[in-house]
């Protein structure tokens, strides 16, 4: 191919690329109709809300910078517990995106060992991976759960849904996401807090998409 050739070709994808880019800014992020968080269910499952919601302080919130959030416990009715934290972004195209717990506990004085993968299985047949982690602070010990979900999509990998998010952007002007977070108290048996957590996670994931639109 001659020099001018691709000179030609170079110049002709730049500009559509620019044009693509300033129509994406023009159109700004499509409108999704959603229930707010406060919403959610006060049963999921067999879990039932336990106490009020809990809220952050104005310093927790200028760092996590969410849309929109949940921190709710839930009890079943041998007495096991779970904490639910769902923090929902209506658009990450202002710098705005999910905090990963990798980066978040630690830094609140937590301890993350043990990680694994863990696929949980929705009512409806379907499944998808997790990650897991067990967490300790001092004397309290806990298996945590977090998934990333939005779109249509449940995800372990914050790297893919970076990835999800950008090409979501560009073809359904979308990059709405929440990543949502169980944590459940680890006493007598590892095993009853593990499948515990697994299945209030996915109850939980079932009931989302009102709140975190597919």
């Known amino acids: ?7 030609g070709l170079l110049l002709v ?4 690329g620019g ?8 159109l700004g992020e499509a409108h999704v109709e959603r229930q707010e968080l406060k919403n959610f269910p006060i049963q999921v499952g067999a879990w039932k809300q336990e106490g009020v919601d809990q809220r952050f302080d104005a310093q927790t919130m200028s760092v996590l910078r969410a849309s929109d959030y949940l921190l709710r ?7 096991q517990m779970a904490n639910l934290y769902i923090g929902y972004y209506a658009t990450q195209r202002d710098g705005a995106s999910y905090h990963s717990p ?3 506990l630690p830094g609140a004085g937590w301890s993350m060992v043990d990680p694994a993968m863990i696929t949980i299985r929705l009512p409806n047949g379907k499944s998808f991976l997790a990650n897991k982690y ?8 806990e298996l945590m759960i977090y998934w990333y979900q939005g779109r249509g999509r449940m995800i372990a990998s914050e790297y893919w849904g970076k990835i999800y998010t950008v090409l979501d952007s560009v073809r359904l002007r979308r990059s709405d996401a929440a990543m949502v977070r169980v944590m459940v108290p680890m006493t007598a048996s590892d095993t009853a807090a593990i499948e515990s957590a697994r299945e209030f996670a996915a109850v939980t994931s079932e009931v989302l998409p ?3 639109p597919n």
Request: hydrophobic residues 45%.
């Open 134 to 141: 067990v967490v300790e602070n001092g004397n309290i010990r």
């Open 73 to 79: 416990d839930y009890r079943l009715g041998n007495g």
């Open 102 to 104: 990798l980066n978040c």
């Open 13 to 16: 994808v730049l500009v559509a």
């Open 210 to 212: 009102e709140f975190v």
């Open 1 to 7: 191919m001659k020099s001018s050739s691709r000179f």
């Open 19 to 26: 044009i693509l880019v300033n129509t994406w800014a023009y």
